[in-house]
């Protein structure tokens, strides 16, 4: 198996424009969760989708994030209009079923909003 | 920019030698425990769970110690290797409303030669 695959591995854009990130969980796991990374904050989980449907998007910051996932081997978290506050690392990630199992991580896509 | 983050502890060990990271976690319901490993440049990395009902669980070189009492949870890791200089996190499943998966801070494992 491949693994979490995310896309891009870098970005770089600048303030104002949209961004949209990209992930493929694991065939068969049925929970995909969106993590940003920073210094200052460590882990952040943004929202989390089980079957393909957000059950908790409280971590998302703003109306500016948004996330789908329009089947069970794609979603997507878009940021528009981005900001600089926005540069960190962000990590998909998926699991056979919910929070209580072993999540596995993508490498990350590292933004950058200059 | 940003200001000045996270300093993350660190752990410096010779190679061959034991290694103990702690975590103190914060919500006494919290039933589920993992940690996780992350080298540069990569995702996190599971390496091993405890559930709230054992107070040990061992894995290959590593292992999870729960102490539900005093709400810490430390992993051993045996003979330590270059390999296994990395970022170490903590996470708690945390269940208030929906259940969440919460990472502490991390500490970093250096291994010396």
């Known amino acids: 198996d491949a693994g979490v695959i995310q896309s891009p591995r870098h970005e770089v854009t600048e303030m104002g424009q949209e961004v949209t990130l990209r992930c493929k969980p694991i065939s068969g796991h049925n929970s995909l969760f969106w993590y940003r990374q920073t210094m200052m904050r460590g882990l952040e989980l943004l929202i989390y989708?089980?079957?393909?449907?957000?059950?908790?998007d409280s971590g998302m910051p703003e109306d500016r994030f948004s996330a789908k996932m329009p089947n069970a081997s794609f979603s997507t978290l878009k940021i528009q209009p981005s900001e600089p506050r926005d540069s960190a690392v962000y990590f998909c990630?998926?699991?056979?079923?919910?929070?209580?199992?072993?999540?596995?991580f993508g490498s990350g896509t590292q933004l950058s909003v200059l | 920019g940003e200001s000045v983050g996270l300093h993350l502890p660190t752990l410096s060990v010779q190679e061959g030698d034991n290694s103990i990271i702690n975590c103190a976690y914060s919500n006494s319901a919290s039933d589920y425990f993992i940690w996780y490993k992350q080298e540069s440049g990569k995702g996190p990395q599971f390496i091993i769970d405890?559930?709230?009902?054992?107070d040990k669980r061992q894995g290959q070189r590593v292992t999870v110690l729960l102490n539900k009492t005093v709400k810490h949870l430390s992993l051993q890791i045996a003979a330590t290797q270059p390999g296994d200089s990395a970022v170490y996190f903590c996470a708690e499943l945390f269940s208030g409303g929906y259940n969440k998966l919460i990472f502490g801070a991390g500490t970093r494992l250096a291994v010396h030669p």
């Open positions: 990630a998926s699991s056979l079923a919910g929070v209580d199992e072993k999540l596995f």
């Open positions: 989708f089980n079957n393909n449907v957000p059950i908790d």
């Open positions: 405890i559930r709230s009902n054992m």
